[in-house]
Nanobody, 126 residues
Framework: QVQLVESGGGLVQAGGSLRLSCVAS????????MGWFRQAPGKEREFVAS????????YYQDSVEGRFTISRDNAKNTMYLQMNSLKPEDTAVYYCARRLLAYAVGAYGPNAYDYWGQGTQVTVSS
């Protein structure tokens, strides 16, 4: 059983920054690609960014590219999402997820991911 725990969310003004972390249990973290999703009230969960097993490949939703950076530290079983130039429309609960082995880094559908964290709230005020 894999557990994913997110942290780092909070309230920030527009234009500010936050860094989210996702810590995974177990010893197989480096064998799997990972991703970040978010869900705003009344909306479906949407893809934000994903990263390959070694961290060398990344993929972003168009609306966050250039503002968000996904990274990972396999020695610490941790994935990160650095969010800069935040906008009110970035307000959502952010989830980390583990990608199934059958899917490539560009897979953006939730069904490509099997384990999910509990989420961390990000609120951007205008």
């Amino acid at each position: 059983q894999v557990q994913l725990v997110e942290s780092g969310g909070g309230l920030v003004q527009a234009g500010g920054s936050l860094r989210l972390s996702c810590v995974a249990s177990g010893r197989t973290f480096s064998n799997y690609g990972m991703g970040w999703f978010r869900q705003a009230p009344g909306k479906e969960r949407e893809f934000v960014a994903s990263i390959g097993r070694s961290g060398g490949s990344t993929y972003y939703q168009d609306s966050v590219e250039g503002r968000f950076t996904i990274s990972r530290d396999n020695a610490k079983n941790t994935m990160y999402l650095q969010m800069n130039s935040l906008k009110p429309e970035d307000t959502a609960v952010y989830y980390c997820a583990r990608r199934l082995l059958a899917y490539a880094v560009g897979a953006y559908g939730p069904n490509a991911y099997d384990y999910w964290g509990q989420g961390t709230q990000v609120t951007v005020s205008s």
